[in-house]
């Protein structure tokens, strides 16, 4: 872990893992494992034609989502990226609403309107996946400012990958983020690749820390692929945020498994990257090792694996045998009456 010291110097608290409760291991590791079910299920299906639309998987990137998701509540609010589906399980949306609506089915979590890259659930403080790079930020600068105003310690997380830290929106909400003093995390889930460009070949800093610095925000650089260091400096720095201390930056090293969108046949990167990746990097069998370390039995988590299957095969039959929406549904939805 580098840290970088901004306004002050964070995450540099003495971490040990055995501050984590057994049953929040157990709870983290079904959602990490139902993350990547989820979407090895999806990258099986799609390649069959029945889902409609784009689709960008999470998968590899399990960690960053649920280490940082397992401090928030409700009432925290989030704005996510085009590869949302993660971050829509992390934060507790339904699986089965979700497949459903990926699929295009009445009964989606948006009633089959949005599909993957605009999964939303306000109930959950899920603001929604955006199909716009970078569109979140702004938008959660308000729901930042909104937890301010209110004084309850809410706060709200921006997710954002390598690619779409570079747009503009992003740096502009950086900046009113910390004129504002919001409680406000700018995450980088940092996979080495914007769509299908390798960071150095892309943005003239190497490491985003040196963004944040450019604000006068804090910040710290983690392995996304570790839930046990996500899951603790990202408590620090949450806890820090509700205490009114402003907003910081969170740059998660990580890897994903799949092509930027299904159907990427990923020709840029070098042969037997994704290999490696899945054999060396995988954020599923860090967590495995660690949590036997820390008591936790491999039959427990066996028995969730199972758990998790039955979950994923109830979703996807669910979404298979739910109807179209009804064509009338075209006029619901349209606007807001106040």
Same mark, same amino acid.
């Given at each position: 872990?580098?840290?970088?010291?901004?306004?002050?110097?964070?995450?540099?608290?003495?971490?040990?893992?055995?501050?984590?409760?057994?049953?929040?291991?157990?709870? =983290?590791?079904?959602?990490?494992?139902?993350?990547?079910?989820?979407?090895?299920?999806?990258?099986?299906?799609?390649?069959?034609?029945?889902?409609?639309?784009?689709?960008?998987?999470?998968?590899?990137?399990?960690?960053?989502?649920?280490?940082?998701?397992?401090?928030?509540?409700?009432?925290?609010?989030?704005?996510?990226?085009?590869?949302?589906?993660?971050?829509?399980?992390?934060?507790?949306?339904?699986?089965?609403?979700?497949?459903?609506?990926?699929?295009?089915?009445?009964?989606?979590?948006?009633?089959?309107?949005?599909?993957?890259?605009?999964?939303?659930?306000?109930?959950?403080?899920?603001?929604?996946?955006?199909?716009?790079?970078?569109?979140?930020?702004?938008?959660?600068?308000? =729901?930042?400012?909104?937890?301010?105003?209110?004084?309850?310690?809410?706060?709200?997380?921006?997710?954002?990958?390598?690619?779409?830290?570079?747009?503009?929106?992003?740096?502009?909400?950086?900046?009113?983020?910390?004129?504002?003093?919001?409680?406000?995390?700018?995450?980088?889930?940092?996979?080495?690749?914007?769509?299908?460009?390798?960071?150095?070949?892309?943005?003239?800093?190497?490491?985003?820390?040196?963004?944040?610095?450019?604000?006068?925000?804090?910040?710290?650089?983690?392995?996304?692929?570790?839930?046990?260091?996500?899951?603790?400096?990202?408590?620090?720095?949450?806890?820090?945020?509700?205490?009114?201390?402003?907003?910081?930056?969170?740059?998660?090293?990580?890897?994903?498994?799949?092509?930027?969108?299904?159907?990427?046949?990923?020709?840029?990167?070098?042969?037997?990257?994704?290999?490696?990746?899945?054999?060396?990097?995988?954020?599923?069998?860090?967590?495995?090792?660690?949590?036997?370390?820390?008591?936790?039995?491999? =039959?427990?988590?066996?028995?969730?694996?199972?758990?998790?299957?039955?979950?994923?095969?109830?979703?996807?039959?669910?979404?298979?045998?739910?109807?179209?929406?009804?064509?009338?549904?075209?006029?619901?939805?349209?606007?807001?009456?106040?």
């Amino acid at each position: 872990m580098r840290l970088i010291m901004s306004k002050e110097i964070i995450g540099k608290k003495s971490h040990d893992y055995n501050q984590i409760a057994p049953n929040l291991l157990l709870r =983290a590791y079904k959602s990490m494992k139902t993350i990547r079910v989820f979407e090895d299920r999806l990258h099986q299906d799609y390649a069959t034609g029945t889902i409609p639309g784009f689709a960008h998987l999470y998968a590899g990137q399990e960690a960053t989502a649920v280490g940082i998701m397992s401090h928030l509540s409700d009432s925290d609010q989030i704005a996510s990226t085009h590869r949302g589906h993660g971050h829509c399980i992390a934060k507790g949306v339904d699986v089965i609403a979700m497949m459903k609506e990926i699929y295009g089915k009445a009964g989606g979590v948006c009633n089959g309107k949005g599909g993957s890259m605009h999964i939303a659930d306000l109930s959950k403080g899920m603001m929604g996946a955006n199909g716009i790079l970078g569109a979140g930020a702004p938008l959660v600068c308000g =729901a930042a400012l909104a937890a301010k105003i209110r004084a309850q310690g809410d706060v709200a997380i921006c997710f954002g990958g390598d690619g779409g830290v570079n747009q503009g929106a992003v740096l502009e909400s950086m900046n009113l983020a910390t004129v504002w003093n919001l409680p406000l995390m700018f995450v980088v889930e940092n996979n080495d690749y914007a769509q299908s460009t390798p960071q150095k070949r892309s943005t003239s800093v190497t490491s985003y820390e040196d963004r944040a610095k450019g604000f006068g925000m804090p910040s710290v650089t983690v392995d996304g692929l570790d839930f046990f260091s996500v899951y603790l400096v990202a408590g620090e720095l949450i806890e820090r945020m509700r205490n009114g201390g402003g907003p910081v930056l969170l740059e998660c090293k990580n890897v994903r498994f799949y092509g930027h969108f299904e159907g990427d046949q990923q020709a840029y990167r070098p042969a037997g990257e994704v290999d490696q990746a899945r054999r060396d990097r995988d954020c599923l069998k860090i967590f495995i090792d660690k949590a036997q370390q820390q008591g936790i039995s491999l =039959a427990a988590l066996t028995e969730i694996d199972q758990q998790v299957a039955a979950l994923i095969d109830e979703a996807v039959n669910a979404a298979k045998a739910a109807p179209e929406p009804e064509a009338d549904a075209l006029y619901r939805d349209v606007y807001v009456n106040y």
